[in-house]
């Protein structure tokens, strides 16, 4: 199975920038994909095909990556953006996703 | 706008079977995979696997072989899991999620609520 491994957490200030990153354990070309999820909530799609942002997602939100390399990265992020994140590969066989990143605000 | 309704909460017996659901609505429910996903407290989420409504073709994670059992069930738009033998290592949050596809790939664009699953004496 692919392993996509993330950072376990981070804490921002509101108005910075932040950046999650994601790196698999072989490469998913360009499908892979960011969720936010908040506590006893599902997941809500951010990023989808490692760039493309979902409709109605602050532009805030961005994605970039190819490969195994990828990075969700929240400029200028905000209080509510205090969430746990988690990248999703579609490429290999089983769909895997990552461990989560539990953002912070300060 | 698209919806998924998942059933609620159940609390089952260690040994026991368990069927949840996901009812779709505000789209073509027969043109869409259904995928299901577990999380289990505190951990991440783990893909179970899919279910094609339109013709009932499924694809299941080797790791869930013989634990889920996927049906639908198109005149009511709704998913069924089916899950069995449970222990408390089945104990977790449930989700169905819509898998929206294209030319260039897919990927989860609608969840339900999630069902959580207690597997207890």
């Known amino acids: 199975d692919t392993v996509l491994t993330q950072s376990p957490a981070l804490a921002v200030s509101p108005g910075e920038r932040v950046t999650i990153s994601c790196r698999a354990s072989?490469?998913?070309?360009?499908?892979m994909h960011w969720y936010q999820q908040k506590p006893g909530q599902q997941p809500k799609l951010l990023i989808y095909l490692a760039s493309h942002l979902e409709s109605g997602v602050p532009a805030r939100f961005s994605g970039s990556g190819s490969g195994t390399d990828f990075t969700l990265t929240i400029d200028p992020v905000e209080a509510d953006d205090t969430a746990t994140y988690y990248c999703q590969q579609s490429w290999n066989d089983p769909f895997t996703f990552g461990s989560g990143t539990k953002l912070e605000i300060k | 706008q698209v919806q998924l309704q998942q059933s609620g909460a159940e609390l089952v017996k260690p040994g026991s079977s368990v069927k949840i659901s996901c009812k779709a609505s505000?789209?073509?429910?027969?043109?869409?995979?259904m995928h299901w996903i577990k999380q289990q407290p505190g951990n991440g989420l783990e893909w179970i696997g899919w279910i094609y409504p339109g013709n009932g073709n499924t694809k299941y994670n080797q790791k869930f072989n013989g634990k889920a059992t996927l049906t639908a069930d198109k005149s009511s738009s709704t998913a069924y899991m089916q899950l069995s033998s449970l222990t408390s290592e089945d104990s977790a949050v449930y989700f169905c999620a819509r898998l929206r596809t294209g030319w260039e790939g897919y990927y989860f664009d609608y969840w339900g609520q999630g069902v959580m699953v207690t597997v207890s004496s």
């Open positions: 505000g789209y073509t429910f027969t043109s869409y995979d």
């Open positions: 072989e490469s998913v070309s360009t499908l």
